[in-house]
T-cell receptor, first 113, second 118 residues
Framework: DGGITQSPKYLFRKEGQNVTLSCEQN?????MYWYRQDPGQGLRLIYY???????QKGDIAEGYSVSREKKESFPLTVTSAQKNPTAFYLC????????????FGPGTRLTVT | AQTVTQSQPEMSVQEAETVTLSCTYD???????LFWYKQPPSRQMILVIR??????QNATENRFSVNFQKAAKSFSLKISDSQLGDAAMYFC???????????????FGQGTTLQVKP
């Protein structure tokens, strides 16, 4: 089955540690996105990538980093510089220049204590 | 910059009744796309319906329809014959389609939690 996988579903880390969230898609989509979801604020874009080896900052990129070495994979690293990392993180992908739909993964809930 | 506003944090509807969720947006662009996404308790985002701004006809998908008022920058979602499975958080989203801003990113509203009462 084609789709987007995010692992793990729940992730716990101590403050000061970097953590990497996985996002893999087998839809052959060019574009991939990372969103952060907080209560009462909807989804906000962290980073996006439209082709391999290229990515751009979204609206709230500070404290995050990404890589796009393969078309299928777009991992997100939450660094210790991110002041409020506890949130729900959603990965999405789409056909480049297709305006109609972004496909979302199941999300990862990150808790930092 | 574009913004999307959902002014109803929570709504409730009786099963089999009709409910309308509101969404307004702000943009200086003339061509764009609007979407409604559903997020059930599983938190999986599901596309419900989309509307192209250049189309005057309101989009419909089975029990879901929109009232798109371009001049008023309003994009409401009507759910007819509500079912228990419709209970979820609903997000309105905007997408630019032209020029250097055509990154594919979605701009989301804050969400409306819909409760369906049996």
């Amino acid at each position: 089955d084609g789709g987007i996988t995010q692992s793990p579903k729940y992730l716990f880390r101590k403050e000061g540690q970097n953590v990497t969230l996985s996002c893999e898609q087998n839809l052959n989509h060019d574009a991939m996105y990372w969103y952060r979801q907080d209560p009462g604020q909807g989804l906000r874009l962290i980073y996006y990538s439209q082709i391999v080896n290229d990515f751009q900052k979204g609206d709230i990129a500070e404290g995050y980093s990404v890589s796009r070495e393969k078309k299928e994979s777009f991992p997100l690293t939450v660094t210790s510089a991110q002041k409020n990392p506890t949130a729900f993180y959603l990965c999405a992908s789409s056909i480049r220049d297709n305006p109609y739909e972004q496909y979302f993964g199941p999300g990862t809930r990150l808790t930092v204590t | 910059a574009q913004t999307v506003t959902q002014s109803q944090p929570e709504m409730s509807v009786q099963e089999a009744e009709t409910v309308t969720l509101s969404c307004t947006y702000d943009t200086s662009e003339s061509d764009y796309y609007l979407f409604w996404y559903k997020q059930p308790p599983s938190r999986q985002m599901i596309l419900v319906i989309r509307q192209e701004a250049y189309k005057q006809q309101n989009a419909t998908e089975n029990r879901f329809s929109v009232n798109f008022q371009k001049a008023a920058k309003s994009f409401s979602l009507k759910i007819s014959d509500s079912q228990l499975g419709d209970a979820a958080m609903y997000f309105c989203a905007y997408r630019t389609i032209h020029g250097s801003s055509n990154t594919g990113k979605l701009i989301f509203g804050q969400g409306t939690t819909l409760q369906v009462k049996p």
